[in-house]
T-cell receptor
């Protein structure tokens, strides 16, 4: 049963610290998405990749957030420095660029910045 | 000050009844629509999709209806069970152009099933 995996599942850190979240997409999927979910804003798209190339990161605060895909089996989302307003659940999802278009979500990383 | 969270529409139904969850989508050019279910503490889970050239699609206990005239999508759940309690999201997307493969998610509806 292929699944998207994310680590860590929970992260508590102090303001100003660097946070790195990792995602392993489903093998064979060629698009990877990063979302953030909060009570205030709901589900927001931060960035997405096609064949490891970044396509759109307009939803991401550029000064502190960065997203990369070092290889086809790993996507990372980094926050440096972290702020309390970054506290949220971060989801990774993967899918196919050319359809079918459903995205498969990981279990999320719950980030708390104090 | 007091924080205000996202106000989710809530649907409360009795176990065994049918549920209808509605969604208004934004882009008349969207090619496909997807319903997701998100249980507490988990990521959204795919339920069913429908292409824009269809007006109805059925799955196991679920039916999605699409009305392009009024840009409305609905998810019907037959014989609702306690395990159906979750937040349900509709999402829309396009299969061409710069947004190909991307999904725009709605705000969600919370379904509560009373035993």
């Amino acid at each position: 049963d292929a699944r998207v995996t994310q680590t860590p599942r929970h992260k508590v850190t102090e303001m100003g610290q660097e946070v790195t979240m990792r995602c392993q997409p489903i093998l064979g999927h060629n698009t990877v998405f990063w979302y953030r979910q909060t009570m205030m804003q709901g589900l927001e798209l931060l960035a997405y990749f096609r064949n490891r190339a970044p396509l759109d990161d307009s939803g991401m605060p550029k000064d502190r957030f960065s997203a990369e895909m070092p290889d086809a089996t790993l996507a990372t989302l980094k926050i440096q420095p972290s702020e309390p307003r970054d506290s949220a659940v971060y989801f990774c999802a993967s899918g196919y660029w050319d359809g079918p278009y459903e995205q498969y979500f990981g279990p999320g990383t719950r980030l708390t910045v104090t | 000050g007091e924080s205000v969270g996202l106000h989710l529409p809530t649907l409360s139904v009795q176990e065994g009844d049918n549920s209808i969850i509605n969604c208004a989508y934004s882009n008349s050019a969207s090619d496909y629509f997807i319903w997701y279910k998100q249980e507490s503490g988990k990521g959204p889970q795919f339920i069913i999709d429908i292409r824009s050239n269809m007006d109805k699609r059925q799955g196991q206990r679920v039916t999605v209806l699409l009305n392009k005239t009024v840009k409305h999508l609905s998810l019907q759940i037959a014989a609702t069970q306690p395990g159906d309690s979750a937040v349900y999201f509709c999402a829309e997307g396009m299969n061409y152009g710069g947004s190909q493969g991307n999904l725009i998610f709605g705000k969600g509806t919370k379904l509560s099933v009373k035993p």
